[in-house]
């Protein structure tokens, strides 16, 4: 799993804390995506950015924001969450936006908010 | 609307018996359809995708998924399973004209020894 990295794997964060999340990739891909996976059901779809401009906001809400400095980092800066954003958090990547390109993932952060 | 479907929650199968794992779906225009594959504490794996062609479709560890227009389904299925194929299936589907994805809800699968 070196193509795409994520830290911290596990966070454990208050409602009044500010976190951010990290994903990496060395893959040299223009497309970056973060989901959030929550138990039992499908994976949601948060944000996408292509060439470092967000292209997709899957209405998020704002104590989510996401930043793409570069098109190798991005980061999901968190702020005054809820118990219910628990979650598993995955960033992936692909070559660009086209349709016919596989995602390649990392290793998630698991995130929980006390 | 668009979705993914994955009717089984859990399939369970002997080691060294064929397995197939169930997926339709429902998108407008051509589909672009992709499986994914997550063993325990890591990401999704890509595993193999259709995007035209031939409706069998070859991918990862003896991977394969058919295609079958008329059904709207891309199940997909394994001759042969090992125990180490036990983990969490994602079947998925383009939506738009862009590359987002659209989930099932997963299905995992249990290959006893």
């Known amino acids: 799993e070196t193509g795409v990295t994520q830290t911290p794997r596990h966070l454990v964060m208050g409602m009044t804390n500010k976190k951010s999340l990290k994903c990496e990739q060395h893959?040299?891909?223009?497309?970056m995506y973060w989901y959030k996976q929550s138990a039992k059901k499908p994976l949601e779809l948060m944000f996408v950015y292509s060439l470092e401009e967000r292209v997709e906001n899957n209405s998020v809400p704002s104590r989510f924001s996401p930043e793409c400095p570069n098109s190798s980092h991005l980061f999901l800066h968190l702020h005054t969450l809820q118990p219910e954003d628990s979650a598993l958090y995955l960033c992936?990547?692909?070559?660009?936006?086209?349709?016919?390109?596989?995602?390649?993932f990392g290793p998630g952060t698991r995130l929980t908010v006390l | 609307a668009q979705s993914v479907a994955q009717p089984e929650d859990q399939v369970n199968v002997a080691e060294g018996n064929p397995l197939t794992v169930k997926c339709t779906y429902s998108v407008s225009g051509n589909p672009y359809l992709f499986w994914y594959v997550q063993y325990p504490n890591r990401g999704l794996q890509f595993l193999l995708k259709?995007?035209?062609?031939?409706?069998l479709v070859k991918g990862s560890y003896g991977f394969e998924a058919e295609f079958n227009k008329s059904q709207t389904s891309f199940h997909l299925k394994k001759p042969s399973a090992l125990v180490s194929d036990s983990a969490l299936y994602f079947c998925a589907a383009v939506s738009g004209g862009y590359n987002k994805l659209i989930f099932g809800a997963g299905t995992r699968l249990a290959v006893h020894p």
């Open positions: 992936a990547s692909s070559q660009d936006q086209g349709v016919n390109n596989e995602q390649f």
């Open positions: 893959l040299g891909h223009n497309a």
């Open positions: 259709y995007i035209t062609g031939d409706n």
